[in-house]
């Protein structure tokens, strides 16, 4: 049995980062894709798949999935380019990358409400003054933030 380390990664790790940010992209655009959404996507395209196979692909254990029809079944149902899931390249499709930083954004977003809502009873002045520090902390960290595939663990 290999053991999976940083030179020998588990076989479908690969395959379950681009799943899983796929995923995300998703959700980034208000679509939270269940596993009943995939199964019946990919039942119509003529290549099923089970919730254990769904969760092996997402988790990266179990044998990698390698048919051809399936991968392009798979990527045609998050409408990405039938190569993001077929090849070993680790680049992100534009529209995955957008998305991404959207979510990103909307997560700092929802911080900055919470602060604001937390902070009931300040005056407006003081509200403001710390509208503006989390504005320019979250304003730093977008500056200073390396990309998304270095971020990933990826040079």
Same mark, same amino acid.
């Given at each position: 049995?290999?053991?999976?380390?940083?030179?020998?990664?588990?076989?479908?790790?690969?395959?379950?980062?681009?799943?899983?940010? #796929? %995923?995300?992209?998703? =959700?980034?655009?208000?679509?939270? &894709?269940?596993?009943?959404?995939?199964?019946? *996507?990919?039942? @119509? $395209?003529?290549?099923?798949?089970?919730?254990?196979?769904?969760?092996?692909?997402?988790?990266?254990?179990?044998?990698?999935?390698?048919?051809?029809?399936?991968?392009?079944?798979?990527?045609?149902?998050?409408?990405?380019?039938?190569?993001? #899931? %077929?090849?070993?390249? =680790?680049?992100?499709?534009?529209? &995955?990358?957008?998305?991404?930083?959207?979510? *990103?954004?909307? @997560? $700092?977003?929802?911080?900055?409400?919470?602060?604001?809502?937390?902070?009931?009873?300040?005056?407006?002045?003081?509200?403001?003054?710390?509208?503006?520090?989390?504005?320019?902390?979250?304003?730093?960290?977008?500056?200073?933030?390396?990309?998304?595939?270095?971020?990933?663990?990826?040079?």
């Amino acid at each position: 049995m290999t053991i999976p380390s940083a030179e020998n990664p588990r076989p479908g790790a690969a395959m379950a980062r681009k799943l899983n940010l #796929l %995923l995300d992209a998703a =959700e980034a655009e208000g679509k939270k &894709v269940s596993f009943n959404d995939v199964r019946d *996507a990919m039942a @119509r $395209a003529g290549t099923p798949i089970s919730r254990a196979r769904w969760h092996y692909m997402r988790t990266g254990t179990g044998s990698p999935v390698k048919k051809p029809e399936f991968l392009q079944n798979l990527a045609e149902f998050f409408g990405v380019h039938r190569d993001y #899931l %077929l090849e070993d390249d =680790e680049d992100l499709p534009p529209r &995955v990358e957008a998305q991404l930083e959207l979510l *990103a954004t909307m @997560r $700092a977003k929802k911080v900055r409400n919470f602060a604001a809502r937390q902070l009931d009873g300040l005056s407006p002045e003081t509200l403001l003054q710390i509208r503006d520090l989390i504005d320019e902390q979250l304003s730093e960290t977008d500056t200073n933030k390396a990309p998304i595939n270095s971020a990933a663990g990826n040079p």
